[in-house]
C-alpha cells in the first residue's frame, strides 16, 4: 500500500462504515485535555516491553506520568480508540517540531512525529495502522508533509505499519527511522477525517452515555456495582 491508498478519492466507504457497523469497526478520536487522566490510565497499563518499544527506552511510572502530564493539547494531536468499556486501548500523539536546518525532506515550517501504542487486549484488531492513518491524514489537512516515526528494529508490528503506509525505513545501530511523504490536502481528505471525527464522536458519546447510566444504576439499592 502506497500513500494515495491511504486516502481514497471516493469517501463513499467512510459513509458504508457508519451506516453499517460492525464488530471489528474502529473509531479513532481526538483526545483532549479532559482524557488526560485516561491516556495516563493506558500508558501505565502497559507492560515494561511495550513501553520500550514505544518509547525506545523502559519508562518507570514517573517518567510516564511525567511524558502525560508534558502533552501540550493545543499544539500536538492525540488520538485515541475507546473500548466497550470506556478505556483507551489505542494512543497515537502526533508531536509537532520546527523543520531543521538539516532536514533536506521537506521545506515546509514544521514536520511531524507519530508515537503509537496499542493495549495487549486490543491487539490484532488494527487500531494500530487505523491510528497511524488518521494521524497522517490529519498531516495532510495541516500543511505537513513529512511525517516522521522512529521505534526500535525489533518492533515489528510498527515497521509492518510504516512499510504498508511507503514510508521510507532507515536503520542505524539497531533503531529505525521512518517518514512518509504526505500528498497536498484536497476536499476529500477533509471531508474525510471530518467524517472520522464525527462518526468516532458519536461512539465516543454513547459509550460516555452506557458507563454513566451503569454506574448510575449500581448505585441503586440491591443493584450489583457493573461498571468496575
Sequence with gaps: ??????????????????????????????????????????FLGLEESDRLLR????????????????IDFSRDKVFGVISHHFRIVGVGHLAYAPRSDKDEVTDKDKVAEFGVSVSKIARGKGIGSKLFERGAIHCRNDDVDTLYMHCLSSNQTMIHIAKKAGMEIHREYGEADAYLKILPADAVSVLKEAMQEQVATIDYTIKANTRAAAKWLSNLPGMKDSSK
Design 1 to 42: 500500500m502506497n500513500a494515495s491508498d491511504m486516502f481514497p478519492e471516493d469517501p463513499k466507504h467512510l459513509l458504508n462504515a457508519a451506516n453499517k457497523p460492525s464488530k471489528s469497526t474502529v473509531f479513532v478520536k481526538e483526545l483532549s485535555e479532559k482524557d488526560r487522566h485516561r491516556i495516563l490510565r493506558h
Design 55 to 70: 518509547f525506545g527506552t523502559y519508562l518507570p511510572d514517573v517518567m510516564i506520568e511525567k511524558y502525560v502530564e508534558g
